[in-house]
């Protein structure tokens, strides 16, 4: 069974920081693509981030050179730490796999980032 969990979360002030973690059981983590996605209120959910079995990253544009996202094999987490957040940041936060054939997701962790 495939379970993925989010933590990290929380309000934070413009310019602030938040490390968001996303433990993930039930796969094989260190040959899994992983991936951060966000979903603000009455928009579409948005990817974030993502990072390769082998360690490539690739980013949304809109948060090149503020967020970095990163694994550890080891513990079969992988993060993703925000630099320089903006209001615009404010979302929901979801972990995002694919297994199966079909997308995993956990249940999201909250940041909010106040002007």
């Known amino acids: 069974q495939v379970q993925l969990v989010e933590s990290g979360g929380g309000l934070v002030q413009a310019g602030g920081s938040l490390r968001l973690t996303c433990a993930a059981s039930?796969?094989?983590?260190?040959?899994?693509?992983m991936a951060w996605y966000r979903q603000a209120p009455g928009k579409q959910r948005e990817l974030v981030a993502t990072?390769?079995?082998?360690?490539?990253?690739n980013y949304a544009d809109s948060v090149k050179g503020r967020f970095t996202i990163s694994r550890d094999n080891a513990k079969s987490t992988v993060y993703l730490q925000m630099n320089s957040l903006k209001p615009e940041d404010t979302a929901v936060y979801h972990c995002?796999?694919?297994?199966?054939?079909?997308?995993?997701w956990g249940q999201g962790t909250q940041v909010t980032v106040s002007s």
């Open positions: 990072i390769t079995r082998t360690g490539s990253t």
């Open positions: 995002n796999v694919d297994f199966g054939g079909l997308p995993r």
């Open positions: 039930g796969i094989l983590f260190p040959a899994r693509t």
